[in-house]
């Protein structure tokens, strides 16, 4: 249940990064079909987080150090972008339309995330 939830928190992220960023679109020919290609989305980013981010943690932590965790800013806008490259094999309709969409989208989908996090609780 746990995971549903964050899927659904993610998927809301995302929605909230496509109204606010331009560059950062989902399309489709329904509000329904919009949503569930965000809650794809949202899967895939889960999946993206989950497998490549603890590498690129475990390899880049001297410049997380160095920078103070700023460069975690560029690691989520590049996993957003990859992510957005990812659904398109996929043919979902979501794209990401360079690096700085994707960084101000990541942040975007950060700070939703954890707004949401703390509004409907978390188990963690």
Same mark, same amino acid.
């Given at each position: ?6 899927? +659904?928190?993610? /998927? $809301? /992220? #995302?929605? /909230? &990064?496509?109204? =606010? %960023?331009?560059?950062?679109? $989902?399309?489709?020919?329904? /509000?329904?079909?919009? &949503? =569930?290609? #965000? =809650?794809?989305? &949202? ?6 987080? @989950? %497998? ?9 932590? &001297? ?5 103070? +965790?700023? %460069?975690?800013?560029? $690691?989520?806008? =590049? ?6 490259? *990812? @659904? ?7 794209? *990401? @339309? ?6 101000? +989208? @990541?942040?975007? $989908? ?15």
């Amino acid at each position: 249940m746990r995971i549903l939830l964050k899927v +659904g928190i993610t /998927a $809301v /992220a #995302l929605w /909230a &990064a496509t109204a =606010l %960023i331009h560059g950062i679109t $989902v399309s489709g020919d329904t /509000a329904g079909r919009r &949503a =569930l290609t #965000l =809650l794809g989305v &949202a899967v895939i980013f889960g999946l993206v987080n @989950a %497998i490549i981010k603890p590498i690129v943690k475990t390899l880049g932590c &001297a410049f997380y150090v160095l920078t103070l +965790g700023l %460069i975690g800013l560029v $690691v989520n806008a =590049l996993l957003l972008w990859l992510t957005s490259e *990812v @659904a398109e094999r996929m043919e979902l309709p979501f794209h *990401v @339309a360079g690096f700085w969409a994707a960084f101000w +989208g @990541a942040i975007v $989908v950060g700070v939703v995330g954890w707004l949401l996090h703390l509004v409907l609780g978390d188990d963690d």
